[in-house]
């Protein structure tokens, strides 16, 4: 669980979501929580700058204080049935946060998140009232923003985790790209039924082998 956390902390570093010591990554199996240190340069970190962690937020592994986002990583947990949590101070994300009150769904891809994705309302880092908006903001949705401080993911795996912080950058990124143009077009509540009928129907984003009669 340790390896496993430090090697996405230093994945999303390198991708441009995490900067310095800003954001923080969870892993939950059972009843422990492997989550990044606090302080800790997340592009260098290693399984030694992981703490473990039973659900009750006491030290079972480790010789480093865990983040000081603990209780958000915990409420997320407690909430869902997640299995790992991102937390990014991701630039395009980060800016979205500063403005809008929700990202709305300009694109199909936004759905794997859920829909819109909400903004929970500002509150003061490391506190239990950033956690609950947090908590409050993420049901039902893959990933949410937090005004003026940035985003979070959540996944059934760390690698899903890691894959809705990076759709949800792209997606930030992308409205603002959009509304440089003009007012993005915001797809209806009938289009994005569509979407999720067909993406059922065709198993969208699974890999599917040929049946014999398609081989050549």
């Not at 010591?21 to 970190?45: W, Y």
């Not at 993005?184 to 198993?203: D, F």
Request: charged share 20%; glycine share 8%; hydrophobic share 50%.
């Amino acid at each position: 669980m340790r390896r496993a956390v430090a090697d996405a902390a230093r994945h999303l570093a390198a991708a441009g979501l995490l900067v310095g010591t800003a954001g923080n990554v969870s892993l939950r199996a059972g009843e422990r929580v492997a989550v990044t240190a606090s302080g800790v340069v997340l592009g260098d970190c290693t399984p030694d700058d992981v703490t473990v962690l039973d659900l009750g937020g006491a030290v079972v592994e480790g010789r480093l204080r865990p983040t000081s986002e603990l209780d958000l990583h915990l409420g997320a947990y407690a909430a869902g049935d997640h299995a790992a949590v991102v937390h990014t101070h991701a630039p395009w994300s980060t800016a979205v946060a500063c403005v809008l009150d929700e990202l709305p769904v300009v694109h199909y891809q936004q759905l794997l998140l859920g829909g819109a994705v909400r903004v929970a309302p500002y509150a003061t880092f490391g506190t239990p009232e950033l956690a609950a908006a947090v908590t409050a903001a993420l049901e039902g949705r893959q990933a949410a923003l937090l005004a003026n401080h940035g985003s979070v993911a959540v996944g059934p795996t760390l690698a899903k985790a890691v894959e809705h912080a990076e759709l949800l950058e792209w997606l930030a990124a992308l409205h603002h790209r959009a509304a440089a143009l003009g007012t993005p077009r915001v797809l209806t509540e009938q289009q994005q039924a569509a979407v999720v009928e067909a993406a059922v129907r065709r198993r969208y984003g699974t890999p599917q082998e040929l049946d014999p009669q398609e081989e050549s």
